[in-house]
């Protein structure tokens, strides 16, 4: 008997759902051959612009495989670096899982694995199940070593809108020990520590303060640094980004450019240092310089 699977995938977090826009560039070179392309190109042929919707890939996805009586659940992590998922059942019928859910577990970079096999227990009788994923960017087990950080923005002057414990949107666990670095459109932005580029998000466009429909939608690069912690570069500008998931960056390296995307009042760097406290994102207290000194990211007394 085939089994009437309903899923539901919840993806939380860093986790795209919502289309977004996304620049195609359409240009002739010199022999006459057309050229379609998702970056700017460098020519100094006539470029026709054209802005289309796209559907984002989950960063963790959840497939259910198999048919019949048996079904199986898969889970692929396309993070560049570990990341923890809690896989749960909701409505169930008439199935058995193994391992029993909700079950938690980290996967490695760019892993895929089966996390349950689900199995009909009566073939006479109906069966219908719904599972549930959520996903957090990170392993459990990373401690933050208080490295000390360089400004992200080079020789740009420092102008810090925002420090720790901001009231106007730092005030979340993701958030709170982070910092709004004003700078120009377009200003270089640069790894602050040594890491490895975790995910690379640079295709959306446009802004603003309605945060339901802007908070998961600002421009980010996330790396990943040798204790497990996370640095983010929010808000950078729409294809500015020039590192790649997987690619290991150095500090003082360009990474992006500044921008103004999500939810933003205006241009600017939103940079904080995460860790994954179990399901959870947390952002941590961390220490900045820039070339003339230490510099002050917390509220003063």
């Known amino acids: 008997m085939t089994v009437p699977a309903r899923l539901i995938a919840a993806l939380l977090l860093l986790v795209a759902t919502a289309p ?3 620049k195609i560039y359409k240009y002739t070179d010199a022999a006459g051959v057309t050229h379609f392309t998702d970056k700017p190109p460098r020519t100094d042929r006539p470029v026709q612009e054209t802005t289309v919707r796209i559907e984002p890939t989950p960063m963790v996805q959840l497939r259910i495989e198999g ?3 048996r079904r199986q659940a898969r889970v692929f992590n396309h993070f560049a670096g570990p990341a923890q998922v809690e896989l ?7 199935i058995a899982t193994d391992p029993p859910l909700p ?3 980290v996967l490695r970079s760019r892993e895929e694995r089966v ?23 990170g392993n459990p087990d990373a401690r933050h070593d208080d490295t000390e950080y360089r400004w992200p923005l080079g020789d740009y002057p420092v102008r810090i809108h925002q420090g720790f414990d901001g009231a106007f949107s730092h005030t979340g666990e993701e958030s709170r020990y982070a910092i709004d670095a004003a700078a120009d459109l377009g200003t270089p932005v640069l790894a602050a520590r040594e890491g490895v580029v975790m995910e690379v998000q640079d295709d ?17 690069v996330r790396i990943l640094h040798r204790d497990g912690s996370m640095a983010v570069y929010a808000h950078l500008q729409p294809e500015s980004v020039g590192v790649q998931a997987g690619r290991h960056v150095y500090v003082g390296q360009k990474i992006g450019e500044s921008g103004n995307t999500g939810f933003s009042t205006g241009p600017h760097l939103h940079f ?3 860790v994954n406290r179990g399901m959870r994102l947390v952002s941590v207290p961390f220490r900045m310089r820039d070339s003339t000194g230490p510099l002050t990211l917390a509220p003063r007394p």
């Open 88 to 94: 749960s059942v909701g409505d169930v019928r008439n």
């Open 20 to 22: 977004h826009a996304k």
């Open 204 to 220: 959306y466009y446009g802004a603003g303060l309605d945060k339901e429909k802007f908070a998961s939608r600002a421009n980010v």
């Open 115 to 137: 996390l349950a096999n689900l199995q009909q227990t009566d073939l006479a009788q109906p069966a219908s199940f719904e599972l549930a994923l959520r996903a957090i960017p």
């Open 272 to 274: 904080c240092v995460q």
């Open 67 to 69: 048919h019949d009586s």
């Open 103 to 105: 079950l938690t577990v």
